[in-house]
């Protein structure tokens, strides 16, 4: 019997270390194995599958293409190659583009001042400013169409508004706002002419005045015609003579063209422009009560308004207007409201 146990204990003394580490080792490596595969697993919870999973950017710079085919035959027409991210960046600049083209336009225009709040109080001073121009403007016309009826009258022989009588009853009623009536550098520069209604002092109506027989009486203080200087507007052979029965008001002085019109006295040009019978004409009004006109022209030197010196070139000879037929000038002159034969005043050559 004890050789039996002997035995059995040599034989388990051989064989068991080795089973036990089989089976030690067996499940070490299945313990192994079941790390490693949680870890795999886990670091392939990490990886991307294939086309899923993607950021925005990388999707955003996805290719397409826009083809655009005929509907008939199916052909090609034209294509674009495009990705969003390319649109996206078209889109963002042209509204950035037109913000800062609104930017501008409000800056530097006075679109600003439709934006409420902005530039009250400048565009209050631009308002009081522009009211008080209005103001001047309007007395400026009224003084002109004060001026512009005055002559009216004087030209067409109406002078009951400027016998001595009316003048000082006028001159007594309102004597500043007669003098007021028209513009000052005008009312200076005239003197003593009709369209400024004062009444003439008692030398001047005392002083001996020859009138011409025919001639209607002037206002007091006006010299008589023959007493005034005139000098020769231009220098020229006469081609058409004073004719008042065929309607011809003046004389016509042939010269050539773009010579120059000088005025025939001191005065002030009441107006200057364009009519289709006369061309360019300019009129000037000098001091007792004498008006001269000049026609034809082709090109004015002075406005209306403009104060001028005897001799001062106003005009250059043309040949405007229907009624002229060569460059020449026709030339008037008005004396209290009636046409004169101007070669019996102007000494021309």
Known sequence: MG???CAL???????????????????????????LSAARNFLLSFRQKEGEGRNWLEKLRDQYRLVIVNDETFE???????SPLSVYIFLSSLVVGTALLVIVLIVSTPLKRYIPGYGDFKRDSEIAALTRKAAELE????????????????????LSDFSEE???????????????????????RLGESALISEPA?????????????????????????ERILFIPPVSGEISAHFNPPKGHYGVDIAAPRNTAVKAAAD???????YTVETGYSITIQHPHNVVTLYKHNSVLLKKAGTPVKAG?????????????SGPHLHFELWYRGQPLNPVDYVGFR
């Open 3 to 5: 050789l039996i146990f």
């Open 9 to 35: 204990g040599a034989y388990f003394a051989r064989t068991l270390p080795g089973q036990l580490g089989f089976v030690i080792k067996t499940a070490s490596q299945k313990q192994m194995q079941k790390y």
């Open 76 to 82: 090609e027409v034209s294509s674009l190659k495009l």
């Open 139 to 158: 007395k400026e016309i009224n003084a002109q169409r004060f001026y512009n009826e005055n002559l009216r009258k004087i030209l067409s022989g109406d």
């Open 166 to 188: 009316a003048v000082k009853g006028k001159a007594k009623a309102d004597t500043s706002q007669t003098k007021g009536a028209l513009p000052t550098d005008i009312a200076g």
């Open 201 to 225: 002092t008692e030398a001047q109506q005392g002083a001996p005045v020859n009138q011409p027989k025919g001639l209607p009486v002037g206002l007091p203080g006006d010299l008589p015609i």
């Open 267 to 273: 005065g002030v040009v009441i107006s200057a422009g």
């Open 312 to 324: 001062e070139a106003i005009a250059l000879i043309g040949n405007s207007g229907v009624e002229s």
